[in-house]
C-alpha cells in the first residue's frame, strides 16, 4: 500500500548537465529522496525530440545516471531509471493527446523559444508534443509532487490542466500534481548574459558552469562571468548579474542573499567572484571525481537503471489498466 507521496521530476541526458540544473533540480531531488517515494527519471526520448547522435546519446544517458548517484541520490531508496524502458510512458502520452488541445501546446513557450532556433516549420512534431509525454511521465505515477526549475511552470500547469479534465471526462483517476519550485535556485541565468536561463544549449560554454568541468575551467567562467555597473555586491533588479551571481552562491551554501550582500560590503566585484568560484568549486569538485569513478564501471550503471525500470515498471502497467478501463480500452 502506498503511505508516502509520491515525487516525480526528470531530466533530458542531452549533456552537460549544468550549475542551474543542480541548483533548480537535481539538489531538491536529493532532499526530498529522505520524505517521499521518489521517482527520478532519465528522459530519453524527451532528448529525441532534437537530433541526437546515437554513440553520444548512449553514452549521455550513462553520464546521467553516474551524475544521479553522484549528486547523492541512492538507488535503494528512489526509483531512478530511463524513460524509453518502460513503454508506458509513450501509451499513456498517446491517450492524453487524444484530450490535449492545439491551442494549449501552441502556447508552450519553451516550444516557441527552442523552434525558433532552427525554424518551427522544420521542429519536430515531437518537440512540439513534448509536454504531454511530460504529463504522462507524472500522471502515471500520480505523483503529488514535481520538484523543477521555474522554466518548468507552463508544462506542469498542462499536466495538471489534462489531469483534472481527464478525471472529469472519465471519473476520478489521476492525483493533479504540484509543483515544488524552491525560491533559491529556480531560475539561474547564463554567466555570460543575465537575461538568458542557464542552458546547456547556450552557443557559449562561458555561459554555463558544467558538472564535469574541470575546477580550473569553473574558476575561469566565473571569473569571466558578466557583473552589472557600479560596484556594490548587492542583488536588485538594476543589477541582474549579481543577483544571478548571489543567488548561485546563496544556493551552494544555504546562506541568505542578504547574509552574503553584508559580508561582501565595501569590497568589490573581484573579492566577491574570487570567493564564489572557489565555492563552486568547493561543491561540485565532489560530484566530478565521483561521476568519473562511476563511468569506469557503465555495468554497475546499466544494472542500477534496470532494476529502477523493473519497480517502475509495475507502478506504470497498473495505471496503465485503470486509464484503459475508464476510457473503455478494456
Ligand atoms: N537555468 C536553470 N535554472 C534552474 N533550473 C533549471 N533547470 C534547467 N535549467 C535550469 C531544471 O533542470 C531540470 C532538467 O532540465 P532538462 O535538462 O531536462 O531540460 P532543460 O530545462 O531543457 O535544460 P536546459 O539546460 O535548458 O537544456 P536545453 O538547453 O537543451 O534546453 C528541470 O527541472 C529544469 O527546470
Known amino acids: 500500500m ?30 526530498v529522496q529522505e520524505e517521499y517515494e521518489s521517482y527520478f527519471c532519465i528522459v530519453d526520448l524527451h532528448a529525441l525530440t532534437v537530433p541526437q547522435d546515437p554513440k553520444v546519446l548512449r553514452a549521455n544517458v550513462r553520464e546521467m545516471a553516474a551524475i544521479f548517484i553522484a549528486v547523492g541520490l541512492d538507488p535503494e531508496r528512489s526509483i531512478i531509471f530511463r524513460q524509453s524502458r518502460v513503454a508506458e510512458h509513450t501509451e499513456l502520452g498517446w ?61 506542469l500547469e498542462l499536466s495538471r490542466t489534462l489531469a483534472r479534465r481527464f478525471n472529469s471526462l472519465y471519473g476520478e483517476t489521476f492525483v493533479v500534481p504540484e509543483p515544488m519550485i524552491l525560491e533559491t535556485g529556480a531560475r539561474v541565468m547564463a554567466l555570460d548574459d543575465p537575461t538568458r536561463k542557464m542552458s546547456k544549449s ?86 566530478r571525481e565521483r561521476t568519473l569513478e562511476l563511468l569506469d564501471d557503465p555495468r554497475e550503471l546499466d544494472g542500477i537503471l534496470e532494476a529502477g525500470a523493473e519497480k517502475a515498471r509495475e507502478v506504470a502497467r497498473s495505471t496503465l489498466h485503470h486509464t484503459w478501463a475508464r476510457m473503455g480500452l478494456d
Open 95 to 155: 491517450l492524453l493527446n487524444c484530450i490535449a488541445r492545439v491551442g494549449e501546446l501552441s502556447r508552450m513557450t519553451q516550444f516557441k523559444d527552442k523552434s525558433q532556433k532552427g525554424g518551427a516549420e522544420s521542429a519536430s512534431v515531437a518537440l512540439y508534443d513534448y509536454p504531454v509525454l511530460q504529463a504522462a511521465d507524472i500522471l502515471l505515477y500520480n505523483a503529488h509532487l514535481v520538484p523543477v526549475g521555474e522554466d518548468q511552470r507552463q508544462h
Open 202 to 287: 547556450s552557443p557559449t560554454p562561458g555561459g554555463y558552469v558544467s558538472l564535469l568541468d574541470e575546477p580550473d575551467v569553473t574558476r575561469r567562467k566565473i571569473r569571466r562571468a558578466k557583473t552589472d555597473s557600479g560596484s556594490e555586491v548587492t542583488a536588485s533588479p538594476e543589477k541582474p548579474a549579481l543577483t544571478n551571481l548571489l543567488g548561485i552562491y546563496a544556493g551552494l551554501t544555504v546562506q541568505s542573499v542578504s547574509g552574503i550582500e553584508d559580508q561582501y560590503q565595501g569590497k568589490g566585484y573581484g573579492d566577491f567572484k574570487k570567493d564564489l568560484a572557489e565555492v563552486v568549486v568547493e561543491s561540485l569538485s565532489p560530484i
Open 2 to 31: 502506498q503511505t508516502k507521496q509520491r515525487v516525480f521530476s526528470g531530466i533530458q541526458p542531452s549533456g552537460a548537465s549544468h550549475l542551474g540544473t543542480y541548483l533548480g533540480a537535481l539538489k531538491n531531488w536529493v532532499a
